[in-house]
């Protein structure tokens, strides 16, 4: 632990992650930003703040002037501008101004919402993320990327807007209930099958020490995750060419999401997405039958879902097409050549969608 990777935007520092096992560096950290004796406001969810919004919080009294806890309910459901506004009418009635400091102590969903509050509230204030879930830790609190769902189409309302720092405390992932933490390994997976094989291979290696949750292979986990996506949005801040490359198992996957009402956590929607883009990828001739079938398989020891049910491949298609991710009416696909080699691909057909989510569909006794 104690590891810092920086990331730099137009070749300059942007902000630092650090790799803890606790919150007790975290006053120091802020006080190194130029928060000392300024207004600290913890943004949390119902399920978080509970468990780590005191400790927080007595950590960062001994640098803000003022620290306040604002608790949002849980879930993605929640995800929206409603309780943006609710964000912005706490921090009014707290007086707080462009100098003072948010910090999304949560899941993707508290980062996210934080993190648009953040950007729009005085027209920006800055922000700190404390990511206290795996899909958080290894991916969404990474990049600058903040949003709301509206109207249920995923983070259809957003902007690009760097936190000033991102703390990981892996400590907290002890706590995580088992189907958000498979959830989250979802995203640690896409990372190896869209730019690195080795780490593809190194997390099935170390499958018993993940699921068991050591601290020491978790962090080395986050970190690699974090690294892979801090090279991609180095080069693409803004999503104008490779960091599309991110969104491998996210178009069908966001797809299934919305189809099936959010019932399925977002990385399991992920991980059936990253089964159907393989899939496509082997159809057209891209990836070897084996290796296919194999990514599939991999998803399977990590607790993660390799079909659906109650799901209609029209449906997909029409939600597809819908997607924030289209450009100039192309579905832009992540396909793959390889493990660990991906492209952007704007040939994917309607028959192949199709084909693809017919392939994760469950079917009783085989039918």
Known sequence: MGEVINVTRDDKPCYDIMFEDSFKKLS??????GFKERRIAIITDS???????????????????????YEIP?????????????????????HFDRHDLLIALGGGVVGDITGFAASSYLRGIAFVQIPTTLLAQADSSVGGKTGVDFE????????????????????????????????????????????DQEFYFWLIENLYEINDRDHKVLAKMVRNSCEIKRDVVQKDPTEKGERALLNFGHTIGHAIEKARNFELYHGECVALGCIAAAYISMKKGLIETGTCYEIRD??????????????????????????????????????????????IDTTVT???????????LYFENGD
């Open 47 to 69: 399920n978080v703040g509970p468990l780590y919004a005191k400790d927080v919080e007595k950590e960062l009294k001994k640098v803000g002037s003022q620290v306040f806890v």
């Open 28 to 33: 120091k950290a802020v006080e190194g930003l």
């Open 74 to 94: 849980a879930g993605e459901e929640h995800k929206n501008l409603e309780t943006v506004n609710g964000i912005y009418g706490f921090l009014i009635s707290k």
């Open 152 to 195: 249920g189409y995923k983070n259809m309302v957003g902007a690009f807007y760097m936190p000033r720092l991102v703390y990981m405390n892996i400590a907290v992932l002890d706590t995580l209930p088992g189907r958000q933490f498979a959830s989250g390994f979802a995203e640690v997976m896409k990372y190896g099958l869209i730019k």
């Open 350 to 360: 309607d028959d192949e969608i199709r084909e693809a989510v017919k392939e994760i």
């Open 298 to 343: 991999m998803f399977v020891p990590f607790n993660l879902p390799i079909t659906v049910e109650d799901v209609d491949p029209e449906d997909i298609v029409k939600l597809v097409k819908s997607d924030k991710k289209m450009d100039n009416n192309c579905i832009k696909f992540i396909l793959l050549k390889d493990i660990g080699d991906a492209f």
